[in-house]
Each structure stands twice: as C-alpha cells, then as structure tokens.
C-alpha cells in the first residue's frame, strides 16, 4: 500500500465538502477502505489488536476458510495447507553472498535498514527481519525446504543507490553465487518485490527467476509493460505495509472514530496519474460534494491476500471500473445500515492477518504467509540443467556433483 510520502495507494476513493447536517449517505462511508494490497487498518473503528475469537464463515464451505479459537489463535484448513507449520527456511547473509549487500544497502552501502521500513516498501525489511528471527529459519542449506533471497533494491533505487542498470546487472551477479538456486532452477527461492513495479523492477526477471516464489502486493500492476511478472500459482499476493504505530498494542498512531461520529467519510490517497477510473472519480467528486463514496476495489485485476482461505465478499465490495459513475453512488446509497456493521464486524475477525508482528502472535500477516509457504513447499527439485544418477547423486551438464559446483555458474 503506497503512501502520500512515496506513491499513490490502491484504494479508490471520493472525498466531499464538509456539508451541515448528517445524510444517509454518511453512513455509508463506513464500508472498508479495500484495495488491492488492503490496508486494513482504514477498514475498522478500532485499531489493529489480536484476531478475537470467532469464525468468519458458518456455511458448508467453512472446512476450507481460517478459524479462530477461543484464545484468539489461527487455525487453518488441513485442505492444501497441512494439520500444523513445518518447513525450513535458509536466509542468505549479505556478506556470504557477492552482490546482495549493495541490493540492501546501495553500492556504497549508505542506504540505512530504518529508511527503507517506511511506507509501501516496509514489507521487504519486515520480511527479511521476522525470518531471521523466526523458528522456522535454518541455518543449513541442504535441510532447507526454501531459500529466502533478501534486497531493499526498491529502497536503494529510490534513494539513489543503484540504478536500473546496476540493479539489474546485480541480481544476475548475486545469484550466479547461488548454487542452489541452480540445483531448483530457482523454483525454492523467494523474493520480495514490494510496489507495483513487481519483478519488473528487475529488468532480467523472465529470464531468470520466473520460476522464483515472489512475494508482492500488487499482484494487477504492470506499470506499462506488456504482462504482469505476478503468476497467481505460484506467487504469494502479502499484505501492503502498515505503519507500526497503527498496529501494536496500547496507544495507537490513529483511533477510528465510531461510524456514528464521523464526518469525513471518504478519502483519496495518491495521484491520478492520467488513470481512467481515478480521473471518473474525482469527476465525481467535483460534480457531487454533497455526497460521499464509499470506498470499494475499482481495480478490476486486483487479487488479494489469502484469498485461499478469506472469502473476500463478506468484507469488502468490488465494484468494475468501466462502470464509475452516478450509478455507483446511486448503489452505495441504497446499502443498508445493518449490512455496514455485518462486513465491519466480518472484517474485524481477519485484520490481524494485516499485521506484521513476530511469531509470538497468534495471528499476523507472517503466519498467513507461512502457510502460503508451505504450499509451495517440493519435495523434489530439477532444473533444465540439473541431473541425477542411479545413486541420486545430483550433477550437472559436465557430470559434475553438486557438491562440487564452484560460483559463479552460468544461470537456468
């Protein structure tokens, strides 16, 4: 989720004229602030806390959603996902790897850890620090079921520290170290591309880690190019970046005010940058300024996370954007008010899985995206360049063992 300080955000909304008298349409407004990266924190009249203790679905679907226990825990379906956690993560160091500090750090290693954990780009860091402190990190490569590759190239390019080029000709360079990036083809490597430029961001993405599990908010995005580097079968959409102090427990950046209380109810975040559906509403907005639009997802390709397991209609509207208009407002206005507090309510059992908090929580983002993770989790791993004797001893094109392999390597 972008911010003001850096790029626009997802969420589409209407922002009106204060007006003198409360209307119907007031109440509307309280519907969630969803966009493709859902900044739940905008969704709730009370800040982020632990998940409370409830169900989302009762239906006969209900096996195949998240559940929450009494004490507020998480638990998810045994469909796809297993009866509990168990996968092994290696974490590569920026020193062991040639190339991978200067994608933290800027090739003169200036860019600091704390610049890079602010806004819609705080998720590489979070990340990569929840994993190094996490039970599921190893800290062998031959027992790891994943590899997880760290970089703030989002950062570092924003703030001068690489450029296209460099970054580019950085990512080839580092993982040419990785044999075991090799050995998969890439297939148990995971990445994190945390704004809407995607993988793209990485000029050589297609050739090179296309076969990666990348981890990214804005599964729709293509920033101009001719396809989207997100593949929802084997990509993990995550949730966008919440400022801390919106999340943690006790005295929080912001306090909702009750859906009775509010006045403003509508906001727009970002720019328009020429977009149609952005340009419609804030045509809207200038048109009527009497009247309030409640946000909903106007990206039509958008997918969200945890989707497996979130039924998405229970708190949320998605609404096309050929279709922005009078018949839009129209449509909010005719909600009504107990169907508002049914999706507040259903929101507020699952916004704990917005939330990047350490292991300790029952519930938080890094739990969900653990799951996901374990779902991708192979047994077996082949490359076009990877292969294996009657012994299972595993060589490459020359016959060479594994073990053996010397960096750098020619790439998949």
Not at 207 to 213: L, M
Not at 296 to 316: G, H, K
């Amino acid at each position: 989720m972008g911010s003001p300080n850096n790029k626009p955000t997802r969420i589409f909304s209407l922002h009106h004229h204060n007006t003198p008298s409360c209307t119907r349409s007031h109440q509307i407004g309280a519907l969630l602030l969803v966009a493709s990266t859902f900044l739940l924190t905008r969704l709730f009249d009370h800040p982020f806390t632990t998940c409370p203790p409830s169900s989302l679905n009762h239906d006969h679907t209900s096996q195949n959603v998240v559940h929450f226990s009494d004490d507020g825990s998480i638990s998810w379906p045994q469909m796809g996902y297993g009866t509990h956690l168990s996968l092994k993560i290696y974490v590569y160091e920026e020193d062991e790897i040639d190339g991978l500090k200067e994608l933290l750090r800027g090739r003169e290693g200036k860019i600091s850890v704390d610049a890079c954990v602010k806004g819609q780009w705080g998720t590489q860091v979070k990340i990569h620090k929840l994993l190094l402190q996490s039970r599921f990190r190893t800290r062998k490569k031959e027992e790891a079921n994943l590899f997880f590759v760290p970089a703030y190239a989002k950062c570092v390019r924003m703030m001068g520290g690489l450029n296209d080029k460099e970054i580019n000709h950085t990512y080839v360079k580092a993982l040419s170290q990785m044999p075991y990036f090799r050995r998969s083809g890439g297939r148990d490597h995971i990445f994190v591309f945390p704004s809407g430029a995607g993988a793209h961001l990485f000029r050589s993405w297609a050739t090179y880690i296309n076969r990666s599990i990348i981890l990214t908010p804005e599964g729709d995005r293509t920033d101009k190019k001719d396809t989207s580097s997100f593949n929802t079968w084997k990509d993990i959409i995550i949730p966008g970046n919440v400022e801390d102090g919106m999340t943690k427990r006790g005295a929080a950046m912001a306090q909702p005010l009750p859906l009775s209380k509010r006045k403003y109810l509508a906001n727009y975040l970002g720019r328009a940058q020429g977009k149609v559906g952005r340009l419609k509403l804030i045509e809207l907005a200038k048109q009527y300024p009497d009247k309030e639009c409640v946000p909903v997802i106007l990206s039509d390709q958008a997918e969200f996370p945890f989707q497996n397991v979130i039924d998405y209609t229970q708190i949320s509207i998605k609404w096309p954007s050929t279709r922005i208009g009078l018949e839009l407002l129209e449509y909010l206005e005719s909600i009504p008010d107990e169907d508002v507090e049914r999706m507040i309510a259903a929101g507020r059992q699952v916004r704990c899985l917005w939330v990047y908090a350490p292991e300790l929580e029952s519930c938080s983002a890094m739990q969900g995206i653990m799951w996901e993770l374990q779902r991708k989790v192979r047994q077996f791993h082949q490359s076009a360049e990877t292969f294996w004797l009657h012994n299972r001893t595993i060589v490459n094109r020359n016959m060479v063992e594994f073990s053996s392999w010397k960096p750098p390597m020619p790439l998949p």
